[in-house]
């Protein structure tokens, strides 16, 4: 099992209050620093300050939507992991998400079970 350090950060970009802040909850719960951005710009401005272990964004935001923001943040920071939380099933969207690098997508809504595996992964990228 992956050890959490005290230097583990995630920058969360979702516009949803509640999942956010649920999901910050049980991050925080396992001693993860959360850092939240409600959309895609102000992640962007958070990246160019900020340094983080993971990300886990949305897709569909307003401002910059994730997609571009995960091309966007390719040419900068390839090495960066990237899991994606979002409604979006369309397969060819997965598909193009996958070869951005994304290690991992979750459709949502995310049911309480899905989020010890979410939980799971994170710790895997940390």
């Known amino acids: 099992m992956t050890e959490?350090?005290?230097q583990s950060r995630i920058l969360l970009i979702e516009d949803d209050k509640a999942l956010s802040k649920l999901t910050i909850m049980l991050l925080n719960r396992e001693h993860i620093e959360v850092i939240h951005a409600q959309d895609g710009?102000?992640?962007?401005?958070?990246?160019?300050?900020q340094e983080f272990n993971l990300i886990i964004t949305?897709?569909?935001?307003?401002?910059?939507?994730g997609l571009t923001l995960i091309t966007e943040l390719r040419e900068k920071q390839s090495e960066i992991p990237i899991i994606v939380t979002t409604g979006v099933t369309n397969e060819s969207i997965h598909k193009q998400l996958h070869g951005l690098g994304v290690v991992k997508i979750y459709v949502k809504p995310l049911m309480s079970?899905?989020?010890?595996e979410l939980i799971k992964d994170i710790k895997r990228y940390l």
Do not use: C, F, R, S
């Not at 949305?58 to 939507?65: K, S, T, V, Y």
């Not at 079970?113 to 010890?116: C, Q, T, V």
């Open 113 to 116: 079970n899905i989020y010890g």
């Open 41 to 49: 710009e102000e992640a962007l401005l958070l990246l160019n300050d």
């Open 4 to 6: 959490v350090t005290n």
């Open 58 to 65: 949305d897709l569909n935001m307003p401002q910059i939507d």
